[in-house]
């Protein structure tokens, strides 16, 4: 058996959705970056949407036009690009908006007036750039290459599948290892190029041009587009389904030890990525290098969690929390790192030294601790929808709910399943609406 079909192909496809993601990017941060007031809400709204839309919920809700495509050649391939390029573009123009170009848009236009040649021109904004598009289209391109419960439940056969399957299937940890050498080889390429690449310096954004009328009309259409598919239509369809059958999962609810064990688990990851990060943040390379891991994916850093807790020093953790919650960490800390330091670089808006000053605990709850709490909560909810690392390297007894439901969804789509999974995406709401008092009293004291 050997993955290199699989492993050229979603290289391929990475490809694309990174080239795609960083012709788009730079519009939507110049976007972002000039919307004020209650649009600038919704704007950022609407490009998160995609991005913090669980995985599982768009395969399941989009798994009948999956089986319709089956019998058209690429045409479940076609999808999973789709789903892929708009759950990732935001990540693109999210590392665009916050770190800023080399050189002015007024230098731009100056090197444009002296240099006729389209070709120079050309050559100089691609330097002007700087690194944030490398940064971006690295990261973007490892998050498509490494995906793996999108494609699972579309029956896609990606080299994440094909390999979780042999796993899943009974092959040898260490012949599964072996059999990803090449996916893991170019994961590790990829990362090697972009932990190359100097350190970037985050800056509150705002240098950038503000797009012209005829940009701004298109890319409001594809934000609301993008956020109407990629969360909208999912969330309508599983809850149209759900109505008929919340009556049986309240009257019988058996998600119960399901729900506990993912929302624990999460909230430790999150809580422990994000106090990690604290503690390393003075220390920015070492930062980077503990970050380096959660850019593998989930199913290549559960495999190797897996064999190093299979290992006679850690052998005795091996049937606990410790390799689930180890995992989760990890992968929080790609995203926990940037959030930390967007963050502390906002903390040097003269509002907020002036709202201190004052003891306005209101402003500094919106300038400062509302956010804080809000990027912890959204590291949580990305513990809490993960899937990969919950099926390896849960232990006996603490099934994520995730799991359980993935499991499920094979056998088709019910109103008794689609109460289910509402009621596991509810869960995070309700801690959102739980901790919000108390982070608030929080941020009073």
Known sequence: MTLVPQTIESAVRALGIAGLAILLAPMLARLLAHTHGSR?????ALLLAPLFTPALLVSYAYAPVAVRLMSTPGGVAALYSFALTLKLVPVAALILHFVPPVISPEALRCHALLVPARWARWKFRVR?????????????????FTDFE????????????????????????SASLRLAALPLGLGLAVLALVIRLPAVAVTPPGRSPAPGRAVRGPLLVYLGGAAL???????LRVAGQASAGLRAVAENFVLAQELAASVGCAAVAAVAAWLLIA?????????????VPGL????????????????????PAYDTPLPLLLALTLLLL??????????????????LHLARLAGSSALVWRLDTGRRWLAAFLLFCWAYFDFTAGSILA???????????????HYGQTAVLSAMFLAAFAAPVAVLLLTAPAARWYARR
């Open 40 to 44: 600038r809400t919704l704007a950022w």
């Open 128 to 144: 002007a750039a700087g690194r944030a598009p490398w940064l971006a289209g690295g990261i973007v391109f490892l998050l498509a």
């Open 150 to 173: 999108l494609a699972s439940l579309w029956s896609l056969k990606t080299w994440t599948v094909a390999l979780f399957d042999a796993q899943v299937g009974g092959m040898a940890l």
């Open 229 to 235: 598919l990629g969360c909208g239509w999912p969330l």
């Open 279 to 291: 503690w390393m943040t003075p220390r920015r390379q070492t930062a980077l290098a503990l970050a």
């Open 296 to 315: 593998l994916g989930a199913l290549l850093l559960s495999l190797l969690l897996l064999a190093a807790f299979q290992s006679a020093v850690l052998r």
């Open 334 to 351: 790609p995203f926990a790192l940037p959030l930390r330091w967007l963050l502390d670089a906002q903390r040097r808006d003269p509002a």
């Open 395 to 409: 232990p006996v007894g603490l099934t994520p709910v995730f799991v359980r439901l993935h499991n499920l969804a």
